[in-house]
């Protein structure tokens, strides 16, 4: 099978996503340091986290295939939330996301004949958890490598009351904005 482009990413949910789409891809991933700028707004902060995935990756490997990458993070009012660091730190986000309604950005760079960006801001609203279902769920595993210490996908769903936006966006990689991308390259999918 010919591979079609380059997926820069570490993600599973972003591989079963363009499997999805049945675009083919060879997994890339490249390690960067995911601090926020000081004052650096949601959509920049996503944004410019998926750009350097991708040019990190196009400078290890050349351009001779489309790079495709992504950044999502889980927004609570003015507080960019990322993967937890630990257990303390997936219970207090956790606790904040309890009964309130947060954002989840996703951004995703596409590096072929020219650089595409896109974003996709979906709204989700949780209800209220209590305590020993935020213990149980950290006690699951699912927290570990996700925005905001939740997985939409997994059990996390649960705790979804509505959602407004795109449910592909919060898993990882949103697919409307994603195939807009890759046809305004010339990259196929449905093959
Ligand atoms: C909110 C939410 C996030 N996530 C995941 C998607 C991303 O993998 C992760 C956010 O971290 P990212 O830094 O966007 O991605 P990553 O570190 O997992 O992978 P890479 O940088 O190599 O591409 O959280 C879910 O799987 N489900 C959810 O409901």
Do not use: H, S
């Given at each position: 099978m010919t591979v079609q482009i380059i997926l820069a990413s570490a993600s599973p949910r972003r591989q079963e996503l363009l499997d999805q789409i049945k675009v083919t891809y060879r997994v890339h991933p490249v390690d960067l340091d995911e601090t926020p700028l000081p004052d650096e707004t949601p959509v920049d902060y996503v944004q410019r986290l998926a750009a350097e995935k991708s040019a990190a990756c196009t400078a290890q490997l050349g351009d001779s295939l489309p790079v495709l990458a992504a950044d999502t993070a889980v927004v609570l009012g003015d507080l960019i939330m990322g993967k937890p660091k630990d257990r303390d730190d997936a219970v207090a986000m956790l606790r904040q996301l309890s009964g309130k309604m947060h954002r989840v950005y996703s951004a995703i760079s596409l590096r072929g004949r020219e650089h595409g960006q896109a974003i996709s801001i979906t709204e989700v609203t949780f209800r209220p958890l209590t305590e020993s279902e935020i213990a149980a769920y950290w006690q699951s595993g699912e927290?570990?490598?996700k925005a905001g210490s939740y997985a939409i996908q997994g059990?996390?769903?649960?705790?979804?009351?509505s959602l407004s936006g795109s449910f592909s966006g919060v898993v990882g990689l949103p697919l409307f904005e994603t195939t807009e991308l890759l046809s305004k390259q010339g990259i196929e999918f449905f093959k």
């Open positions: 927290p570990l490598d059990r996390g769903g649960v705790f979804v009351e």
